[in-house]
């Protein structure tokens, strides 16, 4: 790929995939020009990607291992990575997101905005997240049929030229689609959710979910929670 486009900005998302003993192979990577590689180590690996990023050229992109500030403030401390994902899901909320997103602008380090499945109402605050200045790489943040047959809000969100249009606003400009959303047609989320695997739970206060029966070979699933906690369906 490098090869056929020299110019093009090109990023590699690891997911944990090695280990400081594949060093050699990281290094090698730093001859592809890279804007980063995403997550090289595991997500508990805050002072192994220290040793990793002072190792290679390639600016390491944290993802995983960042849940909150005091993650952002130790990762920025140790110079274990040059970039930092924010995606609002993991981090805790928007407060935090804007949070680690005010660290790195004053530390000169920059940021992009990454999504977790989020129906419309998340994804238009990803989007103005995004926004603020210290995002200056392009982020991942898909349009509504990424995943969605049908979002929940109107109008859904497109891409245009690989770009999702900021609505220049303070106020919430998205409308909820009332039949998608209200509560006694909660299953229209299940019709909507292309990728959806039916499962069965019984009903349990343990935290890891250990009645969960999952179908062979799923490859996604998609948990309902209600309230209180310990019920599933």
Partial sequence: VRDRFPEARLMADANSAYSLGDLGLLREMDDLDLMMIEQPLSHEDIRDHARLQAEIRTPVCLDESIHSVADARLA?????????????GRVG????????????LQNGIPVWCGGMLESGVGRAHNVALASLPGFTL????SESRRYWAEDIVTPEFTLTDGTLTLIDSAEFNFTVTEEMAAAENADNFYKAFQYFIPITATASADAMMRNIVVPPDTELMVVRQRFPYEQFD
């Fill in 138 to 141: 392009p982020g991942d943040i």
């Fill in 76 to 88: 920025l401390e140790l110079d274990a990575c040059r970039i930092i994902n924010i995606k609002p």
């Fill in 93 to 104: 909320g928007f407060a935090s997101a804007k949070a680690i997103h005010d660290l790195c």
